[in-house]
Protein backbone atom coordinates (compact mmCIF):
# COMPACT_ATOMS: atom_id res chain seq x y z
CA UNK A 1 0.00 0.00 0.00
CA UNK A 2 0.93 3.56 -0.54
CA UNK A 3 0.35 6.48 1.27
CA UNK A 4 -0.22 10.10 -0.18
CA UNK A 5 -0.58 13.06 1.68
CA UNK A 6 -1.63 16.19 -0.36
CA UNK A 7 -0.53 19.62 0.90
CA UNK A 8 -0.88 23.57 -0.98
CA UNK A 9 -4.50 23.71 -1.32
CA UNK A 10 -5.59 27.43 -0.66
CA UNK A 11 -8.12 30.57 -1.63
CA UNK A 12 -6.30 32.50 -4.47
CA UNK A 13 -8.07 35.21 -6.88
CA UNK A 14 -8.67 34.33 -10.75
CA UNK A 15 -5.35 34.07 -12.51
CA UNK A 16 -3.49 33.21 -9.29
CA UNK A 17 -1.17 30.24 -9.05
CA UNK A 18 -1.31 27.61 -6.29
CA UNK A 19 1.01 24.41 -6.03
CA UNK A 20 0.07 21.44 -4.72
CA UNK A 21 2.39 18.65 -3.19
CA UNK A 22 1.87 15.05 -2.80
CA UNK A 23 3.69 13.13 -0.43
CA UNK A 24 4.47 9.48 -1.39
CA UNK A 25 5.60 6.91 0.85
CA UNK A 26 4.91 3.07 1.67
CA UNK A 27 5.36 -0.09 -0.78
CA UNK A 28 7.39 0.64 -3.85
CA UNK A 29 6.32 2.95 -5.85
CA UNK A 30 8.52 3.28 -8.72
CA UNK A 31 6.71 2.12 -11.38
CA UNK A 32 3.35 3.59 -10.51
CA UNK A 33 1.55 6.01 -12.29
CA UNK A 34 0.92 9.33 -10.12
CA UNK A 35 -2.59 11.04 -10.52
CA UNK A 36 -4.19 14.43 -9.86
CA UNK A 37 -7.79 14.49 -9.70
CA UNK A 38 -10.50 16.67 -8.49
CA UNK A 39 -14.29 16.97 -7.29
CA UNK A 40 -16.46 19.67 -6.90
CA UNK A 41 -19.30 20.25 -5.19
CA UNK A 42 -22.34 18.26 -6.67
CA UNK A 43 -20.14 16.61 -9.75
CA UNK A 44 -17.87 13.38 -10.25
CA UNK A 45 -14.56 13.12 -9.51
CA UNK A 46 -12.35 14.33 -12.73
CA UNK A 47 -9.07 13.61 -14.21
CA UNK A 48 -6.69 16.26 -14.33
CA UNK A 49 -2.92 15.15 -14.79
CA UNK A 50 -0.80 12.74 -14.01
CA UNK A 51 2.92 10.84 -14.54
CA UNK A 52 4.59 7.79 -14.68
CA UNK A 53 7.00 7.71 -11.94
CA UNK A 54 9.94 6.04 -13.77
CA UNK A 55 9.62 7.68 -17.12
CA UNK A 56 7.98 10.83 -16.07
CA UNK A 57 5.69 10.90 -19.16
CA UNK A 58 2.86 13.46 -18.56
CA UNK A 59 -1.22 13.50 -19.45
CA UNK A 60 -3.22 16.44 -18.69
CA UNK A 61 -7.13 17.13 -19.38
CA UNK A 62 -7.96 19.22 -22.06
CA UNK A 63 -9.61 21.97 -19.11
CA UNK A 64 -5.85 22.33 -17.86
CA UNK A 65 -3.54 21.88 -20.71
CA UNK A 66 -1.34 24.82 -21.11
CA UNK A 67 -1.88 25.71 -17.18
CA UNK A 68 -0.75 23.10 -15.29
CA UNK A 69 2.06 21.26 -14.90
CA UNK A 70 2.86 17.94 -13.50
CA UNK A 71 6.05 16.90 -11.53
CA UNK A 72 7.56 14.64 -9.50
CA UNK A 73 10.83 14.55 -7.37
CA UNK A 74 13.03 11.40 -7.06
CA UNK A 75 14.53 12.50 -3.83
CA UNK A 76 12.21 14.06 -2.15
CA UNK A 77 9.41 11.47 -2.86
CA UNK A 78 6.74 14.09 -3.81
CA UNK A 79 4.44 14.93 -6.87
CA UNK A 80 3.83 18.39 -7.43
CA UNK A 81 1.09 20.13 -9.16
CA UNK A 82 1.80 23.29 -10.39
CA UNK A 83 -1.52 25.46 -11.33
CA UNK A 84 -1.37 28.72 -13.15
CA UNK A 85 -4.06 31.00 -14.68
CA UNK A 86 -6.40 29.59 -11.90
CA UNK A 87 -9.98 30.22 -13.28
CA UNK A 88 -13.67 29.42 -10.98
CA UNK A 89 -13.95 26.55 -12.40
CA UNK A 90 -10.78 24.87 -11.15
CA UNK A 91 -12.51 25.21 -7.76
CA UNK A 92 -12.37 21.75 -6.01
CA UNK A 93 -11.31 19.49 -3.66
CA UNK A 94 -7.62 18.13 -5.48
CA UNK A 95 -6.31 14.51 -4.68
CA UNK A 96 -3.62 12.43 -4.92
CA UNK A 97 -3.87 9.28 -6.10
CA UNK A 98 -1.75 6.37 -7.01
CA UNK A 99 -2.67 3.57 -9.80
CA UNK A 100 -0.24 0.33 -10.90
CA UNK A 101 -0.85 1.68 -14.52
CA UNK A 102 -2.00 4.88 -15.81
CA UNK A 103 -5.52 5.36 -16.43
CA UNK A 104 -7.80 8.56 -16.78
CA UNK A 105 -10.57 6.87 -14.24
CA UNK A 106 -10.41 7.11 -11.32
CA UNK A 107 -11.44 3.77 -9.99
CA UNK A 108 -8.06 2.35 -11.45
CA UNK A 109 -5.81 4.40 -8.71
CA UNK A 110 -5.95 2.17 -5.22
CA UNK A 111 -4.13 4.49 -3.12
CA UNK A 112 -5.47 8.00 -2.46
CA UNK A 113 -4.82 10.71 0.07
CA UNK A 114 -7.41 12.67 2.16
CA UNK A 115 -7.65 15.53 -0.41
CA UNK A 116 -6.46 19.69 -0.02
CA UNK A 117 -9.01 21.79 -0.90
CA UNK A 118 -8.97 24.61 -4.07
CA UNK A 119 -10.85 28.03 -4.33
CA UNK A 120 -10.76 30.27 -6.77
CA UNK A 121 -12.92 33.79 -6.51
CA UNK A 122 -13.91 35.20 -9.43
Known amino acids: QVQLVESGGGLVQAGGSLRLSCAVS????????MGWFRQAPGKEREFVAA????????YYADSVKGRFTISRHNGKNTVALQMNSLKPEDTAVYYCAAGRVFSWRSYDYDSWGQGTQVTVSS
Open 26 to 33: GRTFSSYA
Open 51 to 58: IIWSSGST
